[in-house]
Protein backbone atom coordinates (compact mmCIF):
# COMPACT_ATOMS: atom_id res chain seq x y z
CA UNK A 1 0.00 0.00 0.00
CA UNK A 2 1.34 3.60 -1.36
CA UNK A 3 2.01 5.89 1.64
CA UNK A 4 -0.43 8.49 0.46
CA UNK A 5 -3.31 5.56 0.30
CA UNK A 6 -2.56 5.18 3.91
CA UNK A 7 -2.80 9.17 4.61
CA UNK A 8 -6.18 9.02 3.26
CA UNK A 9 -7.07 6.14 4.68
CA UNK A 10 -5.73 7.38 8.54
CA UNK A 11 -7.67 10.98 7.72
CA UNK A 12 -11.01 8.83 7.04
CA UNK A 13 -10.63 6.82 9.92
CA UNK A 14 -9.39 9.95 12.40
CA UNK A 15 -12.61 12.09 11.20
CA UNK A 16 -15.13 9.14 11.85
CA UNK A 17 -13.40 8.54 15.24
CA UNK A 18 -13.70 12.65 16.42
CA UNK A 19 -17.50 12.58 15.14
CA UNK A 20 -18.15 9.54 17.37
CA UNK A 21 -17.64 11.53 20.29
CA UNK A 22 -20.78 13.74 19.13
CA UNK A 23 -24.66 12.76 20.59
CA UNK A 24 -26.71 11.99 17.66
CA UNK A 25 -29.21 14.37 16.72
CA UNK A 26 -32.69 13.77 17.69
CA UNK A 27 -35.32 14.19 14.88
CA UNK A 28 -37.31 16.18 17.06
CA UNK A 29 -37.35 17.08 20.95
CA UNK A 30 -38.53 15.16 23.27
CA UNK A 31 -42.00 16.50 25.54
CA UNK A 32 -40.75 18.38 27.77
CA UNK A 33 -37.01 18.89 26.24
CA UNK A 34 -35.69 22.65 26.22
CA UNK A 35 -35.23 23.45 22.47
CA UNK A 36 -31.97 25.49 21.34
CA UNK A 37 -33.10 26.99 18.20
CA UNK A 38 -29.83 29.27 18.01
CA UNK A 39 -27.36 30.68 20.02
CA UNK A 40 -28.97 32.61 22.74
CA UNK A 41 -32.53 31.86 21.89
CA UNK A 42 -34.22 28.65 23.78
CA UNK A 43 -37.43 27.65 24.80
CA UNK A 44 -38.34 25.17 27.80
CA UNK A 45 -40.83 23.91 30.10
CA UNK A 46 -40.94 26.41 33.35
CA UNK A 47 -38.56 24.59 35.81
CA UNK A 48 -38.92 25.73 39.86
CA UNK A 49 -36.76 28.41 39.78
CA UNK A 50 -38.97 30.32 37.01
CA UNK A 51 -41.95 29.33 38.98
CA UNK A 52 -40.88 30.31 42.43
CA UNK A 53 -40.62 33.87 40.69
CA UNK A 54 -44.24 33.61 39.03
CA UNK A 55 -46.31 32.09 41.29
CA UNK A 56 -48.50 34.18 42.83
CA UNK A 57 -48.01 37.13 40.43
CA UNK A 58 -48.28 36.70 37.31
CA UNK A 59 -49.24 32.93 37.99
CA UNK A 60 -52.46 31.68 40.42
CA UNK A 61 -53.62 27.98 40.59
CA UNK A 62 -56.39 27.87 37.86
CA UNK A 63 -58.69 25.50 35.57
CA UNK A 64 -58.18 27.55 32.36
CA UNK A 65 -54.05 27.55 32.07
CA UNK A 66 -51.56 24.67 33.43
CA UNK A 67 -47.70 25.63 34.35
CA UNK A 68 -46.85 22.30 32.07
CA UNK A 69 -48.80 24.28 28.99
CA UNK A 70 -46.26 26.86 29.32
CA UNK A 71 -42.98 27.41 27.92
CA UNK A 72 -39.96 29.90 29.63
CA UNK A 73 -38.05 31.46 26.36
CA UNK A 74 -34.59 33.11 26.09
CA UNK A 75 -33.79 35.53 23.38
CA UNK A 76 -31.15 38.09 22.67
CA UNK A 77 -32.03 41.68 21.40
CA UNK A 78 -31.04 44.95 20.13
CA UNK A 79 -31.23 47.79 23.38
CA UNK A 80 -32.23 51.72 22.19
CA UNK A 81 -28.63 51.74 23.00
CA UNK A 82 -27.46 49.52 20.34
CA UNK A 83 -25.80 46.99 22.92
CA UNK A 84 -27.00 43.26 22.35
CA UNK A 85 -29.17 41.90 25.74
CA UNK A 86 -30.91 38.82 27.14
CA UNK A 87 -34.66 39.01 27.80
CA UNK A 88 -36.68 36.12 29.09
CA UNK A 89 -40.67 35.15 28.21
CA UNK A 90 -43.18 33.09 29.16
CA UNK A 91 -45.77 31.77 26.55
CA UNK A 92 -47.88 29.04 26.11
CA UNK A 93 -46.18 26.04 24.17
CA UNK A 94 -48.44 26.73 21.00
CA UNK A 95 -46.63 29.64 19.86
CA UNK A 96 -43.03 29.15 22.23
CA UNK A 97 -41.36 28.45 18.27
CA UNK A 98 -42.95 31.38 16.61
CA UNK A 99 -41.75 33.20 19.42
CA UNK A 100 -38.13 31.91 19.01
CA UNK A 101 -38.14 32.40 15.53
CA UNK A 102 -39.96 35.62 15.36
CA UNK A 103 -37.25 37.19 17.79
CA UNK A 104 -34.21 35.87 16.23
CA UNK A 105 -35.43 37.76 13.08
CA UNK A 106 -35.70 40.72 15.15
CA UNK A 107 -32.23 40.71 16.49
CA UNK A 108 -30.62 40.29 13.26
CA UNK A 109 -33.12 42.72 11.51
CA UNK A 110 -31.76 44.63 14.25
CA UNK A 111 -34.91 46.21 15.63
CA UNK A 112 -34.43 47.69 19.54
CA UNK A 113 -36.68 47.08 22.20
CA UNK A 114 -35.80 48.86 25.45
CA UNK A 115 -36.43 45.98 27.73
CA UNK A 116 -37.95 41.93 27.51
CA UNK A 117 -38.53 40.58 31.51
CA UNK A 118 -41.26 38.82 32.74
CA UNK A 119 -43.84 41.15 33.99
CA UNK A 120 -43.07 39.26 37.58
CA UNK A 121 -40.44 42.12 37.71
CA UNK A 122 -43.25 44.48 37.59
CA UNK A 123 -45.06 42.52 40.25
CA UNK A 124 -47.76 41.78 37.18
CA UNK A 125 -48.57 45.12 37.37
CA UNK A 126 -49.01 45.71 33.80
CA UNK A 127 -48.95 49.74 33.61
CA UNK A 128 -45.95 49.49 35.74
CA UNK A 129 -44.39 46.84 33.15
CA UNK A 130 -45.72 49.26 29.79
CA UNK A 131 -44.56 52.58 31.67
CA UNK A 132 -40.65 51.06 31.91
CA UNK A 133 -41.11 49.88 28.11
CA UNK A 134 -40.96 46.06 29.02
CA UNK A 135 -41.92 43.75 26.69
CA UNK A 136 -43.74 41.37 27.72
CA UNK A 137 -45.99 38.49 27.18
CA UNK A 138 -47.89 36.09 29.87
CA UNK A 139 -49.59 37.08 32.61
CA UNK A 140 -52.91 35.57 33.76
CA UNK A 141 -55.64 38.65 33.93
CA UNK A 142 -58.53 40.03 32.38
CA UNK A 143 -59.13 42.34 29.57
CA UNK A 144 -58.32 46.03 30.80
CA UNK A 145 -61.67 47.21 31.87
CA UNK A 146 -63.59 43.36 31.51
CA UNK A 147 -63.59 40.36 33.50
CA UNK A 148 -63.51 38.20 30.58
CA UNK A 149 -59.17 36.69 30.64
CA UNK A 150 -57.04 38.46 28.15
CA UNK A 151 -54.86 35.73 25.86
CA UNK A 152 -52.26 37.04 27.60
CA UNK A 153 -53.41 34.81 30.62
CA UNK A 154 -53.15 31.81 27.83
CA UNK A 155 -49.73 33.16 27.20
CA UNK A 156 -50.68 33.64 23.67
CA UNK A 157 -50.02 37.28 22.97
CA UNK A 158 -47.36 39.38 23.43
CA UNK A 159 -46.58 43.17 23.77
CA UNK A 160 -43.59 44.70 21.98
CA UNK A 161 -42.70 48.18 23.39
CA UNK A 162 -45.42 49.08 25.14
CA UNK A 163 -44.94 53.06 25.89
CA UNK A 164 -44.30 53.82 22.42
CA UNK A 165 -47.13 51.61 21.22
CA UNK A 166 -49.87 52.12 23.59
CA UNK A 167 -53.46 50.95 24.48
CA UNK A 168 -55.80 53.95 23.37
CA UNK A 169 -59.29 53.17 23.68
CA UNK A 170 -60.85 56.74 23.13
CA UNK A 171 -59.76 58.70 25.41
CA UNK A 172 -57.99 56.49 27.70
CA UNK A 173 -54.25 55.73 27.11
CA UNK A 174 -52.27 53.14 28.34
CA UNK A 175 -49.49 53.27 29.71
CA UNK A 176 -50.34 57.37 30.43
CA UNK A 177 -46.79 57.93 29.85
CA UNK A 178 -47.29 56.67 26.30
CA UNK A 179 -49.36 59.63 25.13
CA UNK A 180 -46.97 60.66 23.15
CA UNK A 181 -47.18 58.10 20.62
CA UNK A 182 -50.77 58.18 20.06
CA UNK A 183 -49.74 60.47 17.17
CA UNK A 184 -48.93 57.98 15.14
CA UNK A 185 -47.47 59.68 11.74
CA UNK A 186 -43.43 60.41 12.62
CA UNK A 187 -43.47 63.07 10.99
CA UNK A 188 -45.76 64.61 13.52
CA UNK A 189 -45.22 62.69 16.45
CA UNK A 190 -43.59 64.36 19.06
CA UNK A 191 -41.50 61.16 20.95
CA UNK A 192 -37.95 60.20 20.84
CA UNK A 193 -38.44 56.90 19.90
CA UNK A 194 -41.20 58.10 16.77
CA UNK A 195 -39.10 56.26 14.21
CA UNK A 196 -39.50 52.74 16.48
CA UNK A 197 -43.24 52.95 16.78
CA UNK A 198 -45.12 49.75 15.14
CA UNK A 199 -46.66 50.42 12.12
CA UNK A 200 -48.94 48.75 9.79
CA UNK A 201 -46.90 46.50 6.76
CA UNK A 202 -43.49 47.41 8.82
CA UNK A 203 -40.60 45.06 9.17
CA UNK A 204 -42.34 43.61 12.60
CA UNK A 205 -46.11 43.88 11.41
CA UNK A 206 -45.38 41.76 8.46
CA UNK A 207 -42.82 39.27 10.29
CA UNK A 208 -45.81 38.87 13.09
CA UNK A 209 -48.49 38.01 10.36
CA UNK A 210 -46.41 35.59 8.69
CA UNK A 211 -46.52 33.51 12.19
CA UNK A 212 -49.96 33.43 11.93
CA UNK A 213 -50.39 36.55 14.45
CA UNK A 214 -52.96 39.85 14.48
CA UNK A 215 -52.55 43.15 15.53
CA UNK A 216 -54.18 45.19 18.11
CA UNK A 217 -53.36 47.83 16.10
CA UNK A 218 -56.11 46.98 13.19
CA UNK A 219 -59.24 46.59 15.69
CA UNK A 220 -61.52 48.55 15.06
CA UNK A 221 -63.60 49.62 18.47
CA UNK A 222 -60.09 50.68 20.07
CA UNK A 223 -56.34 50.60 19.30
CA UNK A 224 -53.61 48.00 20.98
CA UNK A 225 -50.59 48.87 19.10
CA UNK A 226 -48.44 46.89 21.36
CA UNK A 227 -50.02 43.62 20.47
CA UNK A 228 -49.60 40.49 18.73
CA UNK A 229 -52.28 37.84 19.27
CA UNK A 230 -52.67 33.99 18.16
Not at 45 to 70: H, M, Q, T
Not at 118 to 138: C, G, Q, V
Request: glycine fraction near 8%.
Amino acid sequence: MGSALKLVIAGILSVTAAASWFPPVSAAPAQGETVYYKAGFSYGPVDDSVRSRIEGKSYRKNSNIALDELRYVRVLYCGFDGETKAGELIVNQEIAEDIVEIFYDLYQHPYPIQEISLIDKYDADDERSMRANNTSAFNYRPISGSSTLSKHAYGMAIDINPRINPYVRGAEIQPENGSAYTQRDPRKCEGKYREQMIQKGDYVYRLFREHGFTWGGDWASLKDYQHFEK
